[in-house]
């Protein structure tokens, strides 16, 4: 396993990080690097030389970033530097597949674990996110200064994420006893590390710790982790379950009202229910850390809860869950979500 290097800058402003992850690209030996960067990204991104920058359209899906890899591979770039947030990630894990190429994975917002795992999710031709595999990074970031500007709803959305963890590795543990999967015991013990490691921040007010940099680095550390330990596992399995499910069901039938990890801070809510645990306890915790709770905070109704529930098995083909082993019927999924959300 090629565990992928992390490099922390904290000592300056975001000019000094800018001009240091400069140097940190040369030193790794490129130059011809393709940036692709976000409108938030470019700040930091600057001062990388003999660079071709590149940012993805609102409407960039897999087959751009595959267009743009097999473009860098013909040109001579010789490495991909992601500067931005997950979206931005994804894509420029894509297209550094595509052309062969090593990346480094420069994040300006905590959002997902997604900042040195091997998968990605975007678009297909018809719009639908997916989640398909790509090319780990070489090298994560971390840019303190910039993180400390990141929205509030990104860094939740991070905590959010690595919530599904535990219930993830549960969902794990349900597929081996079916004889569906094996475990991975390194990447199980890297899982259960990332959620220790953000697991005393739950239980206090963070209204005015989002943006401190011990709280972020922990983030960082958690979500880096967990993304290594898909990496060792060669599966989403360590950090996805039917959790995540239910957040590309939501992407699917509802276009993803809510940003990735909030979603799946949502979908925890019935993992928790189906494996009998109290859902209410969940729930008070996400209201607590400012994640979506119920369906109306993603702008849904109960019937839309049950769709989403129903619809959750069909994303994933092949990934058995707790929502796999419930096989809930339209009446079983009515039932649940009326269990759940009682008036």
Not at 37 to 50: C, D, N, Q
Not at 215 to 239: E, K, Q, T, W, Y
């Amino acid at each position: 396993m090629d565990t992928p290097r992390v490099v922390v800058f904290d000592a300056g402003d975001e000019d000094d990080a800018a001009r240091h992850l400069a140097q940190s690209v040369s030193e790794i030996g490129s130059s011809t690097p393709l940036v692709v960067t976000s409108v938030h990204g470019e700040h930091l991104a600057r001062k990388i030389h003999g660079a071709r920058f590149e940012t993805p359209p609102e409407d960039a899906s897999i087959d751009w970033a595959s267009i743009l890899g097999a473009d860098a591979h013909r040109s001579g770039c010789d490495i991909v530097v992601a500067v931005g947030g997950g979206r931005c990630l994804d894509l420029a894990k894509l297209a550094a597949a595509r052309a062969g190429l090593t990346m480094v994975s420069v994040p300006t917002q905590l959002s997902h674990d997604g900042l040195c795992s091997p998968v990605a999710v975007a678009p297909g031709h018809d719009g639908i996110k997916r989640s398909v595999g790509a090319i780990a990074p070489r090298s994560v970031y971390l840019s303190l200064p910039t993180l400390q500007k990141s929205p509030a709803a990104s860094v939740r959305a991070g905590i959010g994420d690595l919530l599904a963890n535990p219930f993830a590795l549960r969902d794990w543990a349900l597929a081996k006893e079916r004889g569906l999967a094996e475990v991975d015991q390194v990447a199980w013990d890297m899982s259960e590390r990332s959620y220790a490691t953000i697991e005393p921040f739950l239980e206090i007010d963070l209204t005015d710790g989002l943006h401190d940099s011990a709280f972020l680095r922990s983030l960082a550390d958690a979500l880096v982790l967990s993304g290594i330990a898909m990496i060792h596992s060669g599966s989403s399995r360590p950090a996805s379950g039917g959790e995540h499910e239910i957040s590309h069901a939501l992407d699917e039938l509802f276009g993803g009202p809510g940003m990735h990890g909030a979603q799946v801070a949502f979908g925890c809510i019935f993992s928790a229910a189906l494996y009998g645990d109290d859902p209410g306890a969940v729930r008070k915790r996400l209201t607590k850390l400012g994640l979506p709770a119920d369906p109306g905070a993603l702008g849904l109704s109960h019937e839309d809860a049950v769709k989403v529930l129903l619809a959750a098995p069909d994303t994933r083909p092949g990934r058995f869950t707790i929502i796999e082993e419930a096989a809930l019927d339209e009446s079983g999924a009515q039932r649940l979500v009326g269990e759940i959300w009682r008036p």
